[in-house]
C-alpha cells in the first residue's frame, strides 16, 4: 500500500464520529505520527491515528495504544497547549482531494487543523485562524510560503483529473479497521526486513571475529605446545650447572632420555642460575598460557553455537518484531545480562560496550583476553574494585555520558560505593603495565587522566536494567 486517496479518506471520515468530539489528549509517536484522543457523547472515548510524509500516510480510527516518543517536538507541544479541550463543530474534506479540515472551537476562538495527506512536500498538519493565518506547522515549508505568521493559500479542485480512483476491497466491520490493520502490517512487515538485514551482518561480523579469535588462539596453542621440552632442557641445566660459565652464549649436554646430545641457548648476559631459572619461568608461562588458550578456545567455540542460535532465532519469523528493533539498538535483554562464557558484566552505554570486572581474577581474565590497546580502562582510586572497560570504536572519542556511566558502575563495583563518590583514573589499555610478582590483575597505569565522580544510582539502574541487581 501507499497511502490512500480521496475516496477512501471520505470513507475513513464518514465512519468517524468527529462532529461533536472533545479533543482529550495528544500523544507523538515520532516526527511523523501522532495520536489524537477524543470524547464522543455517543460513543465516549475513541482515538484517531495520524501519520504524514511516510509510505503510509493515512488518518484512521484505531483501537491500538502505539508505543510514545521519547522526545516531544515543537508541533506535538503547541498541539497540547492549545487544542486539548476543544470541540470539533465541523469536518470538511476538500473536494477530490486527499485533505481535510477539522475546525476547533473553544469558549475563546475557533482554529482551523488541516490534514494534507499527499504524498510530496505538500505533506502536513497545519493550525491556522479562521481568516487563515498561520499558527503552526508540521512541517514549515518557506519555499511555499508554509510558516507562522503567513496566510494560508488554499486552492480547491473542481474535478477528479484524469485517474478515476476507488475505493480498495476490504473486509471487517469498517474501512477504518482494515486500513489500520493492513497499513500496520505492512509497516511491520517493512521494519522486520530493515532490522533483519542489519542482524545478518551484525552476525557476519560478531562470527568472524570469533573465528579470527580461534585463529590467533591456534597460533597461541603451537607456540605454547613444547612447554614440556623447555621443562626437559630446564632439568638439564640444572643437573649440570657446574658445565656453564657466564658469557657462554650455549651449552651441549648429554639428554639422558633421548640418549644423544642436545645444545641449549644461553643468555651470556646472566649467570648460569638465572640461565636456568629462565628457561623454567618460560615452562610455568607457556605451560599457564597453553592451559589458558585451550579453555579460551572451548569457550569461543561455545560462543560460535550459542550466536549462531541466537540470530537463527532473531531471524526466523516466530521472533518479535520489538525484540529485533531492541537487538539492533542494544537494548536487548540479552545485553544486560552476564555472557555466558565470558567473565564479568557485559552492558550497554548509548551504544558503547561496557566490561564489567568484579574481582581479580575477571579483571585478570578481561584484560588477557577480552580487551584492545585503543580501550578504555577506568578505575577508582585508594579503593579495591572491579576494572571498568569500555570498548573503544573507531574514529570515536568515548562521549561524556559514556564516561560517566562507566565512573558510576566503577564506584558502584568497588569498596569507595559507601561514600558515593570517589577520585577516578583511566587511560587505554596499551598504557597498562603488569606488576611483576604483583597479585593476580594487578597492573600500574600510565599517561592516565584523573576524575572526580559521584555515584549516580539512576545511571546505574538504567544500565543495568534491573534494580535487583544492584542491590
Not at 301 to 312: F, R
Request: hydrophobic share 30%; glycine share 6%; charged share 35%.
Amino acid at each position: 500500500m501507499s497511502g490512500i486517496n480521496w475516496k477512501e479518506l471520505e470513507l475513513l471520515l464518514s465512519e468517524m464520529p468527529l462532529e461533536g468530539s472533545y479533543v482529550q489528549k495528544i500523544t507523538e509517536h515520532s516526527v511523523h505520527a501522532f495520536t489524537i484522543h477524543f470524547f464522543s457523547r455517543e460513543e465516549k472515548a475513541w482515538m484517531m491515528y495520524t501519520e504524514i510524509s511516510t509510505t503510509h500516510t493515512r488518518v484512521n480510527r484505531t483501537e491500538k495504544l502505539r508505543k510514545k516518543s521519547a522526545n516531544s517536538q515543537r508541533f506535538t507541544q503547541y498541539l497540547k497547549a492549545h487544542i486539548i479541550g476543544r470541540r470539533v463543530v465541523e469536518v470538511r474534506q476538500y473536494p477530490f482531494d486527499r485533505a481535510f479540515v477539522l475546525k476547533l472551537q473553544n469558549s475563546e476562538d475557533t482554529i482551523n487543523m488541516i490534514f494534507r495527506l499527499y504524498s510530496g512536500p505538500g505533506a502536513n498538519v497545519i493550525i491556522t485562524r479562521e481568516d487563515g493565518t498561520i499558527l503552526e506547522l508540521l512541517f514549515r515549508r518557506p519555499q511555499r510560503g508554509e510558516r507562522n505568521g503567513e496566510k494560508l493559500i488554499e486552492e480547491e479542485r473542481t474535478n477528479e483529473g484524469k485517474k478515476t480512483w476507488t475505493i480498495r476491497p476490504f473486509t471487517g466491520d469498517s474501512f477504518n479497521a482494515f486500513i489500520d490493520r493492513e497499513e500496520e502490517k505492512e509497516t511491520k512487515d517493512e521494519k522486520r526486513e530493515e532490522l533483519s538485514l542489519i542482524l545478518k551482518e551484525r552476525e557476519n561480523r560478531e562470527i568472524k571475529a570469533l573465528l579470527d579469535k580461534i585463529e590467533r588462539l591456534n597460533e597461541r596453542i603451537e607456540a605454547t605446545r613444547g612447554f614440556e621440552e623447555t621443562k626437559h632442557f630446564a632439568d638439564l641445566l640444572s643437573a649440570n650447572i657446574y658445565m656453564v660459565k657466564k658469557g657462554m652464549t650455549s651449552v651441549t649436554l648429554d639428554d639422558w632420555e633421548k640418549g644423544e646430545k642436545v645444545t641449549i641457548s644461553l643468555d651470556p648476559q646472566l649467570s648460569p642460575t638465572e640461565n636456568k631459572e629462565k628457561l623454567y619461568s618460560r615452562y610455568r608461562k607457556d605451560k599457564t598460557s597453553l592451559s589458558m588458550a585451550i579453555e579460551e578456545k572451548e569457550k569461543t567455540e561455545a560462543l560460535i553455537l550459542d550466536t549462531k542460535e541466537k540470530y537463527s532465532y532473531l531471524l526466523s519469523p516466530e521472533a518479535p518484531l520489538e525484540k529485533l528493533r531492541k537487538e539492533v539498538e542494544g537494548k536487548s535483554d540479552d545485553n544486560q545480562k552476564v555472557k555466558e562464557g565470558r567473565p564479568g558484566v557485559w552492558v550497554k552505554s548509548n551504544g558503547w560496550d561496557i566490561i564489567i570486572g568484579r574481582n581479580a581474577k575477571e579483571n585478570d581474565e578481561i584484560l588477557r583476553s577480552y580487551t584492545r590497546g585503543s580501550d578504555i580502562w577506568m578505575h577508582t582510586r585508594d579503593f579495591s574494585g572491579g576494572y571498568i572497560i569500555i570498548k573503544a570504536q573507531k574514529d570515536r572519542t568515548v562521549p561524556l555520558p559514556v564516561l560517566l556511566d562507566g565512573a558510576s558502575l566503577a564506584i558502584h563495583f568497588s569498596k569507595a560505593r559507601k561514600n558515593g563518590k570517589a577520585d577516578l583514573y583511566y587511560t587505554q589499555v596499551k598504557y597498562l603495565r603488569r606488576v611483576k610478582g604483583g597479585k593476580t590483575g594487578l597492573v600500574l597505569p600510565t599517561q592516565e587522566k584523573n576524575l572526580n565522580a559521584t555515584e549516580d544510582e539512576e545511571r546505574v539502574r538504567r544500565i543495568l536494567g534491573n534494580e535487583n541487581e544492584i542491590s
